[in-house]
T-cell receptor, first 113, second 112 residues
Framework: GAGVSQSPRYKVAKRGQDVALRCDPI?????LFWYQQALGQGPEFLTY????????KSGLPSDRFFAERPEGSVSTLKIQRTQQEDSAVYLC???????????FGQGTRLTVV | AQSVTQLDSQVPVFEEAPVELRCNYS??????LFWYVQYPNQGLQLLLK??????LVKGINGFEAEFNKSQTSFHLRKPSVHISDTAGYFC??????????FGTGTSLTVIP
């Protein structure tokens, strides 16, 4: 596709359930970012990949959050034992190189009940 | 550390009127500056960016922004808004390009 694709668009999880969110970046884009956007807030940085290397994971809120990009393309954000405070929109973005424009996906809206 | 402040959480404006959305940032080093627009249930779309050079930056949809280093500001302006400009607007800064720091956003509502 032409843009960043995220799936699923919507996810409802019971508290304690594990979830996996997928991001397909634009083909050839080296950099990949994950952000968390709570209702009425701006996006908060979670983690950054350059190809398959996770160079910055300082924004991951707890050890329940894990991200990977094993082949330097598709990325998965996994949240274990989901809690209500994890409810948010999770945005993925990719860019061709560092410092270039980041293109965002439509996000995955996670609701933990 | 870097931070972004968008003081106006909601801005109502009549159609065809001008608008300014304010953004101030805090950083001890040089930064790159961005404005993104977010339509309902959509991701973020880049409006414009300042990396270096001219401090007046023109973007898509008739928006422009001016980088003011002394005031650490990057306000977004449009001389005449349309109904279709109703959306959320986010200012962001980046030092390395590895991490973007976003403001809390301004919800622009254009009134017919």
């Amino acid at each position: 596709g032409a843009g960043v694709s995220q799936s699923p668009r919507y996810k409802v999880a019971k508290r304690g359930q594990d979830v996996a969110l997928r991001c397909d970046p634009i083909s050839g884009h080296v950099s990949l970012f994950w952000y968390q956007q709570a209702l009425g807030q701006g996006p908060e940085f979670l983690t950054y990949f350059q190809n398959e290397a996770q160079l910055d994971k300082s924004g991951l809120p707890s050890d329940r959050f894990f991200a990977e990009r094993p082949e330097g393309s598709v990325s998965t954000l996994k949240i274990q034992r989901t809690q209500q405070e994890d409810s948010a929109v999770y945005l993925c973005a990719s860019s061709l190189i560092r410092d270039s424009e980041a293109f965002f996906g439509q996000g995955t809206r996670l609701t933990v009940v | 550390a870097q931070s972004v402040t968008q003081l106006d959480s909601q801005v109502p404006v009549f159609e065809e009127a001008p608008v300014e959305l304010r953004c101030n940032y805090s950083s001890s080093v040089s930064v790159y500056l961005f404005w993104y627009v977010q339509y309902p249930n959509q991701g973020l779309q880049l409006l414009l960016k300042y990396l270096s050079g001219s401090t007046l930056v023109k973007g898509i949809n008739g928006f422009e922004a001016e980088f003011n280093k002394s005031q650490t500001s990057f306000h977004l302006r449009k001389p005449s808004v349309h109904i279709s400009d109703t959306a959320g607007y986010f200012c962001a800064v980046s030092v390395t390009g590895n991490q973007f720091y976003f403001g809390t956003g301004t919800s622009l509502t254009v009134i017919p």
